[in-house]
């Protein structure tokens, strides 16, 4: 079972600690296995939910509902393919931020991607990112960390209402402003109907009290999810991405878990981490090209990248032909660090910071067997 969001790009809204969080719950209690969440991009942020409010709005931008009961009445005579809303007032919420506060690991710099996938991987649930929708892989590989441990969702508590004293400033702006423009759009008889229909609605809201009322219970929404469904790919509703600043973020990342080399995990142009000694360079990495056999030792062909600002990109000689060497297999430390970027094999290709971290580290830990 998965679940697909579409959401345009309120940060503040959106694409807060707490929005993220309940989607992490989610995944971390087994009502779904996956999230991805993908927010549109500037310019393209009119998808299927602004269609369907555009109807509501073309239905009510002419009619004068002079009271809530009114609007509900028109609400519901509103169709969506053939089909009548569901329309339902929500008289209380749940508090689910002041309960999850005291989970949440500091997180700063996600709001400038666009894509959130949350899962369990390895018995852990972990969220990746993507700057890019159309980026084909996943960024910072590990897995970020964003709840500190897993969650009870039990003895969460109604939010506070407002007080009576708000609604009485509420019904004062009514009573002194609204009511009398009345009169000049309704007969009489029908101007009383509107003023006892608010006086009502007030006296109701006043009377509610956060007691009434048992906070939401997140085990409920397993009975209401009936099968996996059918989602629409977001990619394909995106034609073109503005370019922007490289997103930098900031949180508490699961370690990186970087197997030890193996042949067999080899395949053509995987990314390959060298030992070298010279430390300057480091880390030494090109692309997977084939295996050679020289004088009864099998070695590893490569093709040699080079480090250009953040990215690693094909390394060419003077004349513009590739850069190839050809190596012992003992040199290799590591497969399959980097992240290509554009899916084409030029690239360029990525390494996640934790990722270098661990490299560097492995190769103080073999300077170290070698004095």
């Not at 087994?30 to 509501?56: A, L, N, P």
């Not at 629409?232 to 503005?242: D, P, Q």
């Not at 094999?345 to 300077?367: A, F, N, V, W």
């Amino acid at each position: 079972r998965k679940l697909m969001v579409q959401s345009d790009n309120c940060s503040r809204d959106l694409k807060n600690q707490f929005v993220l969080a309940f989607y992490w719950v989610l995944v971390d209690h087994g009502i779904f296995q996956e999230v991805t969440v993908s927010h549109m991009d500037v310019g393209h942020t009119h998808g299927d939910v602004d269609q369907i409010f555009s109807v509501f709005a073309s239905r009510l931008r002419k009619l004068e509902l002079p009271s809530f009961e009114s609007l509900l009445s028109e609400l519901k005579k509103i169709t969506i393919d053939s089909q009548h809303i569901h329309v339902k007032e929500i008289v209380f919420t749940t508090d689910f931020t002041k309960h999850i506060s005291k989970y949440l690991q500091p997180i700063s710099g996600h709001t400038a991607f666009f894509q959130f996938k949350i899962r369990r991987e390895n018995s852990k649930t972990k969220m990746f990112v993507k700057q890019d929708v159309l980026e084909k892989v996943w960024q910072f590989t590990s897995g970020i960390w964003l709840l500190k441990s897993q969650p009870s969702m039990k003895n969460l508590s109604v939010s506070a209402f407002r007080s009576e004293s708000d609604y009485g400033e509420i019904f004062k702006s009514i009573w002194n402003k609204y009511i009398p423009s009345l009169t000049l759009k309704y007969p009489e008889e029908e101007v009383i109907r509107i003023k006892e229909a608010w006086e009502k609605r007030i006296t109701y809201l006043i009377q509610l009290k956060e007691s009434q009322f048992e906070a939401f219970d997140l085990f409920e929404l397993v009975s209401d999810i009936e099968g996996d469904g059918q989602f629409n790919n977001l990619l394909n509703r995106v034609n073109k991405l503005a370019a922007r600043k490289e997103a930098t973020l900031t949180a508490t990342f699961y370690p990186p878990e970087i197997k030890s080399f193996s042949v067999d995990s080899l395949v053509k142009d995987c990314s390959i981490v060298f030992y070298t000694l010279i430390k300057t360079t480091r880390p030494w990495i090109g692309l997977f090209i084939t295996f050679t056999e020289e004088i009864n030792a099998k070695k590893i062909k490569v093709e040699w990248l080079r480090k250009e600002r953040n990215y690693y990109v094909l390394d060419t000689k003077s004349d513009g032909s590739p850069y190839y060497s050809v190596l012992d297999i003992d040199t290799v430390m590591f497969s399959n660090v980097l992240r290509n970027v554009s899916g084409k094999r030029k690239g360029p290709y990525q390494l996640d910071h934790e990722t270098k971290k661990e490299i560097m580290k492995s190769y103080c830990e073999r300077d170290s067997n070698l004095k």
